[in-house]
């Protein structure tokens, strides 16, 4: 459990970005993960009364707020309407519904933990997220960016017609995946995500033409695996073949 010596409800998100440029403060989502941990804070930054808890669907895109949570969007009927069942399947893993209804969007993209399941199929979305200071930036990019002080404010889900499959092995139920996979098409291309490498998720794009079987097979044979107490790297590649084909089969089926 963290300790922290001041605890502040943000009345405004310039106020949370001015607090969180001091060093040891911390931002707060929805403390499942930093429960875990034992962070010695100095200011505990919560964001819960800045309406950040909604998820609003725009012409362009759905918005979902930084804490918003798990649990929301597993049960949002405008995001099952649009994006069919990959939005609740990514989360329905993710230990119980008591920690969905706790762990937030913002903590969980903000992570960019390696076993992230909402991480690995927004990916292959082509979300944003949209940062305080740095504006909106694709979370393509964010994946791979350095941590900082700034604030994650919202994760935007493009519309763009994306026909979407998640797929994950877990060792048991409720476990970390060993292995998160997420296809999806869309009018110009079809890309997958693949996460819990155990690295963070990575994007491989589908060639024009390329058969099913062999877009999984180069998605083994490109990307990097590595080995865990879940699993061994040439496990999880050949992980990937079966996952990565199965998830392509299920869209191109629908
Ligand atoms: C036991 C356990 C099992 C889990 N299993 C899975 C799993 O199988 N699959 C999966 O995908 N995830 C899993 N998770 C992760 C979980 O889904 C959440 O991603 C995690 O708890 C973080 O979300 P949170 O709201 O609890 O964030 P917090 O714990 O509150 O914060 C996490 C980090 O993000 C920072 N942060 C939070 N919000 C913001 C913001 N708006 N802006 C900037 N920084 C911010 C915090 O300062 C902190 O560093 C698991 C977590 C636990 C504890």
């Known amino acids: ?120 199929l927004f990916l292959s979305l082509g979300a944003e997220v949209v940062l305080h200071k740095a504006g909106v930036v694709a979370l393509a990019d964010f994946v791979n960016m350095p941590y900082d002080r700034d604030i994650l404010v919202e994760v935007r889900l493009p519309k763009r017609g994306q026909k979407a499959a998640y797929v994950t092995h877990r060792a048991s139920a409720t476990d970390f995946p060993v292995l998160a996979v997420a296809v999806c098409r869309t009018a110009d291309q079809t890309v997958c995500a693949v996460g819990a490498r155990p690295q963070r998720a990575a994007l491989v794009v589908r060639e024009d033409g390329e058969a099913v079987q062999a877009f999984a097979d180069r998605c083994a044979d490109t990307l990097t695996f590595s080995s865990n107490l879940r699993g061994s790297a040439e496990y999880r590649a050949h992980l990937c073949r079966v996952l990565v084909r199965r998830a392509a089969l299920a869209i191109e089926e629908d």
């Not at 440029?21 to 200011?43: H, I, N």
């Not at 919560?46 to 909604?54: A, E, V």
């Not at 069942?85 to 993209?109: K, L, M, P």
Request: hydrophobic share 40%; glycine share 10%.
């Open 1 to 120: 459990m963290f300790t922290t010596q001041n605890y502040v409800v943000a009345s405004s998100l310039d106020e949370a970005y001015e607090l969180n440029q001091k060093p040891k403060s911390t931002v707060l989502g929805g403390c499942g993960w930093l429960k875990m941990g034992r962070r010695m804070m100095s200011t505990a930054i919560d964001l819960s009364k800045l309406g950040l808890d909604q998820i609003t669907e725009q012409d362009e895109y759905f918005a979902l707020g930084a804490m918003v949570t798990l649990r929301q969007i597993e049960t949002h009927p405008g995001l099952a309407a649009y994006f069919g069942d990959c939005i609740a399947e990514c989360v329905r893993h993710i230990v119980g519904v008591q920690f969905r209804n706790c762990a937030t969007i913002g903590g969980s993209i903000w992570g960019r933990f390696g076993f992230s399941d909402p991480l690995t």
